[in-house]
């Protein structure tokens, strides 16, 4: 078995993969100083040092980003153990990934979901625009022979009737985020008072099928534009 692995199995055991101390959560063992490997159940709000809240610092989580960069950086562990370079570039893989996932706050939404074990949502429309999705896919397919073999007129129309849909969906996607990140705030009242697991569930299926709705609308916006 390799050092590497035997390190990583220490490191999710709970203890220093050099001296063997007693860890909780830390970058750097409190005995030895030495950087740990990312232990497997790590998550990104873990590896951040944050609770799983929505509503985050982001000016905060951003000076803690380049803080544990500076502190993992691999030139810092040149001429370290070989374990403790892998460790570093782990580390710093891993802070990269998770500051990108978690200054977005769709991304964010759709990562807690995740680790709360919900699969990625299906992309459906909205019952409201049902009829109207309908329409807007026959005016695409429209535009695309129209531009075959209609005159400029008929173009034009079906381009302007396409442009107002466009501004309408983007939009119906403004409001669709309004609605999710209000849903940050729901879900942290939970968090903190550490309600039922049945309001929990409430909270995250509403962001679940907001996210569903947010992607589909997304897709048809980028269909319209690249057809325009």
Known sequence: MSEAVVN??????????HCGAVLSGEHFCGTCNRIQPVASQTD???FIGLP???RLDELELEKTFYALSRQFH?????????????????????????????????A???????????KEAEKKAPPDLLEEVFELNMQIEELKAA???AGEDEIADVVAALETA??????????????????????????ENDSAATEKKIVLDRMSELL?????????????????
């Open 8 to 17: 990583k199995a220490q490191a999710s055991s709970g203890s220093c993969s």
């Open 44 to 46: 990104f709000f873990a």
């Open 52 to 54: 799983r809240r929505l």
């Open 74 to 106: 691999p030139d810092y562990f040149m001429s370290a153990s070989e374990a403790e370079r892998q460790a570093s570039m782990e580390r710093s893989s891993m802070l990269n990934d998770a500051y990108r996932t978690l200054r977005d706050r769709v």
């Open 108 to 118: 964010r939404a759709q990562y807690l979901l995740s680790l709360e074990g919900y």
């Open 147 to 149: 531009r075959k073999m």
């Open 166 to 191: 466009l501004a309408g969906l983007r939009t119906k996607l403004a409001e669709i985020d309004e609605r999710l990140f209000a849903q940050f705030d729901q879900w942290d009242s939970v968090l």
């Open 212 to 228: 569903s709705h947010r992607a589909y609308i997304r897709n048809l916006v980028r269909d319209i534009t690249e057809v325009l």
